[in-house]
């Protein structure tokens, strides 16, 4: 049974910062993308973050770029997100989500995904 389950969530003020795990089960990671979506409410769920592979060069949405940080861990069979200087508009809930095949945006893309952590950003 497969299973990717995120953790590290919470509440912060704003400028704060946070790191979120993913870690699997069921799979080793290092053969999948790996990537970090969000998720708030009236909005479509968007890619935060994309590390194909340990070492590949990360792909950040603009709206992080410069504040978020994807680390793999295989050894671990983990993929992180360290999250610098939360902003309000940062608030959503988080999910990774793992593709064999894919790496993109495309939400059907990906073979698995976690439920996610929610990320509450105060001002």
């Known amino acids: 049974q497969v299973q990717l389950v995120e953790s590290g969530g919470g509440l912060v003020q704003a400028g704060g910062s946070l790191r979120l795990s993913c870690v699997a089960s069921?799979?080793?990671?290092?053969?999948?993308?790996m990537s970090w979506f969000r998720q708030s409410p009236g909005k479509e769920r968007e890619l935060v973050s994309t590390l194909r592979w340990t070492g590949a060069t990360a792909y950040y949405a603009d709206s992080v770029q410069g504040r978020f940080t994807i680390i793999r861990d295989d050894a671990k069979n983990a993929v992180y997100l360290q999250m610098l200087n939360l902003k309000p508009d940062d608030t959503a809930v988080y999910l990774c989500?793992?593709?064999?095949?894919?790496?993109?945006?495309?939400?059907?893309?990906?073979?698995?995904w976690g439920q996610g952590t929610q990320v509450t950003v105060s001002s």
């Open positions: 069921g799979v080793t990671l290092s053969t999948y993308a």
């Open positions: 989500a793992a593709g064999l095949t894919y790496y993109g945006e495309i939400l059907s893309g990906y073979d698995y």
